[in-house]
Structure formats: C-alpha cells, structure tokens
C-alpha cells in the first residue's frame, strides 16, 4: 500500500528513563549566550546536562516581521513591490503544501506572489517557456521551481534557465559556484542552509574555529550547508552514505547539522556533550494519535538529542519554518538590488 511505501517505522528508543525536569533556560552551564528575544521558553534537562529547544518557529516570525517593514517602507518610498514566482509541475501532495504555504507566507509580508500550476504530463518546453516569461516580467524578482520535478524532465536545464538575478533558490551552477569561492559573493545563498546558519547567529552560537559536521550532501542542502559553515571559518566534516564511520566523525562535531532524510537516525550516543544540532530532516512516520495518521520527525533522535546536546531544533518548528522566511528575504533583497534600493 502507498502508506507503507511513504512512512518510515522508526521509533527513537530512550536509553534513560524520563526523569526530566524542567526549569528557565539562560541559567545553565552553557556556551551559548541567547540574546532575551531569542531564550526559548523551557528546556529540558537531566542531573547533569540542559539542553535548549531553538525555536525556528518564532525566529522565523521575528524575521517576517522584518520583512514586512521593509516591504512596505519600499513600497511608500519607490512604489515597488516584490513579487515571487512559484512554479508547480505535478500533483504531489506535499509539494502542494509547501507551495501553499509559501504563497500564504508571501502574502503576510506583503509580497505578491504569482503561482503556475502545471500538469504532471507537461513537457520541459513547456516549464522552459514559464521561467522565460518569468524571467523578462519585471514584476517578478524571484522565481522558484518546486523540487522534485516529474522524472522526464531534466532539472539541470530546468534550474540553469532561472535568470540568476531571479535565482532566488539560488540553486543556479553560478551561485553555488561562487558560494564555493574564496573572495566571490553569490547572489543568493539557499534558503535552507541560510536559514541554519541564521537560527546559529540569532542564538549567539560561534562558529569560527569550531568543529562542525554536516550530514547529507545533496545540492540544495548538505553541500551548500558545508559551504557556508566554511565561510564561517568552521572546520567541516562531510558525512553521507559510504561513510564508512559515520558515529565516530559526528561525535567530535561541536556542530551538527543533519539533512539526510532518515528518521531518528542520529541517536544520543552519537553526540558530543554540549553539540549545537540543526536538525534539517523532515519524515513522515506513521502516528495512529494524529488527525493525519502521520507526524513529522527529524533525522536526529530528538528525545535522545535533547538530554546531551546544549541547544537543539525541533521537528516540525525548526528548520522548516526559516526556509520559507529566507525564500522572502531572498525576494526582497532581490528586489531592493534591481532597483537600487537601501
Ligand atoms: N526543513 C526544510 O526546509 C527542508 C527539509 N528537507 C529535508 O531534509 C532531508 C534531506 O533532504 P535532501 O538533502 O533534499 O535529501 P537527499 O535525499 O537529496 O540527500 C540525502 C543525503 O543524505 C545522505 N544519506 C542518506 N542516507 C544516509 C545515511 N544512512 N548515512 C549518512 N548519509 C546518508 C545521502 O548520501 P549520498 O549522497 O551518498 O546519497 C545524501 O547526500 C529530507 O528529510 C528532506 O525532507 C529538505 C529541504 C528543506
Ligand atoms: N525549489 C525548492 N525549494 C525548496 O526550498 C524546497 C523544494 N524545492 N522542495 C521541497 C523542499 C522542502 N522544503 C520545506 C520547506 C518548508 C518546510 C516547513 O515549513 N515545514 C514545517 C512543517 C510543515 C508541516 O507540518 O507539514 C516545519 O518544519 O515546521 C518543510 C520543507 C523546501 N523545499
């Protein structure tokens, strides 16, 4: 049956029993300093260590909030308003919710956004022929197409014929490679990986000099993830599929961040005491106490996680929520560059 094909069984055992206490966070033996509008409201901690939820959900809201005061502070001073172009091949469902989500996100900041719907059967032609009208309308300052795309189409000329001043994904070759290089700005940097970087600096996590893993390597994550948090001086270790030691690498990162896609993979043994974890990972897992016969876990045993790491992102309300608000950001910033803008 389809279920058993889209939900994972996978249960994330706790070695210790459920003693936990909770207490303010802000007061522990920490690392991380949080600045007041950041300290999330309770943690979870055992006799000996404390951990921080990072709340991706509320940063996020903070940072649309921020957006929409630019947007309109733009739109009063030159009349400009920005405008996203999201475009949708196919009926799955959970591409569906993301794009909904999106629009509903652009439209509480004040964005205008612009959607097509395509049949699954389109033709490459077809898409190629939006992204070129998309690319020549002034009105539209980011054009994103939602991945994955049907299997008879090609992606790579599906994503490089985004202009990349539009590539708001940035997933163009041409901003990955100049993320990639030293002393060369990308125009844009994916919302994903930037939205983890951005929930580290908005708890006052340093990342220079330290020791950092990244879990996946996929182009619109791990890779550009890795990338960035070598930009941020952090020494980095790439762990994906034929790694052959996976647990032993992980356990010297001071900083993980896990987009891999499996669930609950990364358990409590596997972390350092007082790592940061970024948990990127989004999977369904069959939950017969859910309206929707699902729930949503990470790629890191989050019961487990919590007990020894000093901060942690929930799933859902972590990662998930930034992504959309770097997509606005992206089309904001997009739009205050064409038009010169400060
Ligand atoms: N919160 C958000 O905004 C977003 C969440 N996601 C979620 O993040 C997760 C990853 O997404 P994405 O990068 O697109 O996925 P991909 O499937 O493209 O990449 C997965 C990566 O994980 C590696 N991997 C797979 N299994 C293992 C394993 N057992 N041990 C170590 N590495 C492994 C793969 O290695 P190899 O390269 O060797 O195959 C690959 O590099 C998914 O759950 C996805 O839903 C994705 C995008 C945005
Ligand atoms: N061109 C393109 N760009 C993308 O950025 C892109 C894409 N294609 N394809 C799919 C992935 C996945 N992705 C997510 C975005 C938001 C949430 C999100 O908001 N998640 C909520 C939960 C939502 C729910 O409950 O269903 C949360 O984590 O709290 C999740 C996943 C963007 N992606």
């Not at 279920?3 to 994972?8: I, L, P, Q």
């Not at 490459?124 to 008879?152: R, W």
């Not at 993979?265 to 929707?292: F, L, Q, T, Y």
């Not at 020894?308 to 910033?333: D, E, F, H, K, R």
């Amino acid at each position: 049956m389809a279920s058993s094909v889209f939900f994972t069984h996978s249960h994330c055992y706790s070695s210790k029993p459920s003693s936990l206490v909770f207490r303010q966070v802000g007061v522990g033996p920490t690392s991380l300093r949080f600045s007041s509008s950041h300290v999330a409201s309770v943690a979870a901690m055992t006799m000996d260590s404390s951990a921080k939820v990072i709340d991706g959900k509320s940063v996020a809201k903070q940072i649309r909030d921020e957006i929409t005061a630019e947007v309109s502070r733009m739109r009063e001073s030159i009349g400009v308003i920005p405008g996203l172009a999201v475009i949708l091949v196919g009926d799955r469902k959970d591409s569906a919710t993301y794009v909904r989500n999106k629009k509903k996100a652009c439209e509480s900041v004040g964005i205008n956004s612009l959607e097509a719907n395509l049949p699954e059967d389109s033709t490459e032609e077809e898409v190629l022929n939006y992204i070129a009208g998309y690319n020549d309308d002034p009105s539209v300052h980011g054009i994103l197409v939602q991945l994955p795309l049907p299997s008879h189409m090609n992606e790579q000329n599906i994503l490089n014929a985004v202009r990349i001043e539009k590539d708001v994904d940035g997933f163009h070759p041409l901003n990955i490679g100049r993320l990639a290089m030293r002393g060369r700005e990308p125009l844009f940097v994916p919302c994903t990986p930037k939205g983890c970087i951005e929930l580290l600096h908005r708890y006052n996590v340093s990342i220079k000099g330290k020791r950092a893993v990244v879990i996946g390597r996929s182009n619109i994550v791990g890779m550009p993830a890795a990338l960035l948090l070598q930009r941020e001086d952090a020494t980095v270790s790439i762990v994906h599929s034929r790694t052959s030691n996976p647990e032993e690498i992980i356990r010297q990162a001071d900083i993980i961040i896990a987009a891999v896609g499996q669930a609950n993979m990364v358990r409590g043994s596997w972390i350092k005491p007082g790592a940061v974890i970024i948990d990127v990972g989004i999977n369904p897992v069959e939950d017969p106490n859910s309206p929707r016969g699902y729930k949503l876990v990470g790629d890191v045993c989050y019961e487990e996680a919590i007990r020894i790491a000093s901060a942690v992102t929930p799933v859902p309300g972590g990662v998930g929520p930034m992504t959309i608000a770097m997509l606005l950001q992206n089309t904001l910033i997009s739009a205050k560059r064409v038009h010169h803008f400060e």
